[in-house]
């Protein structure tokens, strides 16, 4: 859970996508990097595209973000169907919402292990089509 303070970002300058630290200077937002991990430290960022990490990873062990994009295939009668949700902030705490539908359920450790994250909203919305 330690990675729950962590954001990413598109850049302005490049589009590219950022992460580290998330804080505004003269009501820019930022995203701050260890020196050591690039030549630069500070990337001012698209603000639409700010993102939090949940503190999760997925079954690959990949960080999940704020409006990433899961898949899984938890139905072992039908492993051909897939299921697709959406990771938001919903009331007090991560959630998950499935295209089309108003219900939202916890993001969890069941989610860590049976779903993995092909992509998000901001990149690739035509994956949440139904």
Not at 15 to 37: C, D, N, Q, T
Not at 59 to 71: A, M, P, Q, T, V
Request: glycine fraction near 8%; include cysteine.
């Amino acid at each position: 859970m330690e990675d729950r303070y962590l954001f990413r970002g598109k850049c302005i300058d490049d589009g590219e996508w950022m992460s580290g630290s998330y804080y505004e200077l003269a009501g820019r937002p930022l995203i701050f990097k260890p020196v050591f991990a690039s030549k630069k430290a500070v990337y001012e960022i698209d603000p639409s595209t700010i993102c939090q990490c949940t503190g999760l990873n997925d079954k690959s062990g990949r960080r999940i973000f704020e409006n990433d994009i899961l898949s899984g295939h938890i139905d072992v009668e039908f492993p051909e169907d897939e299921t697709r949700k959406c990771v938001v902030w919903h009331e007090n705490g991560w959630c998950t919402n499935e295209p089309g539908c108003d219900y939202y359920e916890e993001l969890d450790d069941f989610d860590s292990e049976n779903f993995e994250v092909i992509g998000n909203i901001i990149d690739n919305p035509e994956l949440l089509e139904v």
